[in-house]
């Protein structure tokens, strides 16, 4: 497990290590965590969005995380009795929300609260609220942060995102980024998102765009079809991105997608409130980012614990291999690679877990 001096920095490996202590029925605090600083708002509308499915049916968690809530719950996840097991990932973000309408009080105050104990630390967001020089300050420091930008015009990001002149502003805020990241000398990670779909993909444009991201410091660019299939899949997209990713130098692209799309079908327990849980807007320790959302129960109240450990040790004490039953989480929504390799016995023990132990 990660230690307070050197946080882990494979997130598989850490996951992996959990993974075999829980299996083998001892208690220990998850190495990844996911940060929902608020629930059901944000400032675009996108066709491909993940957190809008149900959304209709499903109503946002109260968003209740001020400042002294937050920083409090993370005194509890970060408790120094168990600093030798302390949680070495934090991403913030939000599978149905923007972090950043958290505010530009909490997002800097829980950047500053993390990096003070040598956390990792990702920020996950659509980059339109990166225009605050402070908090801008604040994610400059960070390890890596990521933007899901999606198309490569302003036309196309107001008809498809719901924000005009979004592109441009993007490009104007990453430049901000990389120039104070260059001047703080930190070793910021940028990384870049595109959905594609068939309105808006265009090899040509495509490329054309990632020279321009390349030219104004971004690190990585990541692409991928529309999991949720309201559109039809690009068939030649990795063929096309590994072709760039060849000809365009000095940044790795790459085609991020699954392999195989895992489902609740395909495994009949949940490992992922062990390993990489969510902490809601509410407070409360959710099984994953899909299910941090009023229509699924928490496994866990951080406001009521006086740590992670007094909560995961109450309620999992009974429990060794079991983990948490599909059917009793609810959950049917597809699973992203990392939890869904986990989850499905074969490759958690052959891809992940036989790497690094056996």
Known sequence: MPLFKNPEQNVKKALSRCYVTSKAGGIIPPPVMDVHPISGRCNLKCVWCVGKIDRETIEPLPSILTKEVLIGALNKILSPYWKHLWTSRFHICGSDSEPLLAGRELIPATIRFLLQRNRIVKLITNGLLLDDVEMVKSIS????????????????????????????????????????????????????????????????????????????????????????KPNNPIENLKSDVEQINNEVEGIEILYNAPDKPYGSYHFDYCLASRIWPTLGADGCLYPCAHTANSKYEPFADLTSSSSIMEAYKECFSHHTNSFSKISDIGCKRQCPPTIGSFNYPGDAKKNLCTEYFF
């Open 141 to 228: 420091k960070i390890s890596e942060l990521s933007i899901s930008l999606d198309v490569t015009n302003d036309s196309d990001y107001e008809d498809y995102k719901g924000f005009k002149g979004g592109f441009t502003k993007i490009i104007e805020n990453i430049s901000e980024i990389d120039r104070l990241r260059k001047k703080f000398d930190t070793n910021l990670h940028i990384l870049v998102t595109f959905v594609a779909t068939p309105q808006t993909y265009d090899k040509k444009n495509w490329k054309e765009c990632f020279e321009l991201l390349k030219r104004i410091g971004v690190n990585q660019i990541k692409t991928r079809n529309d999991l949720n």
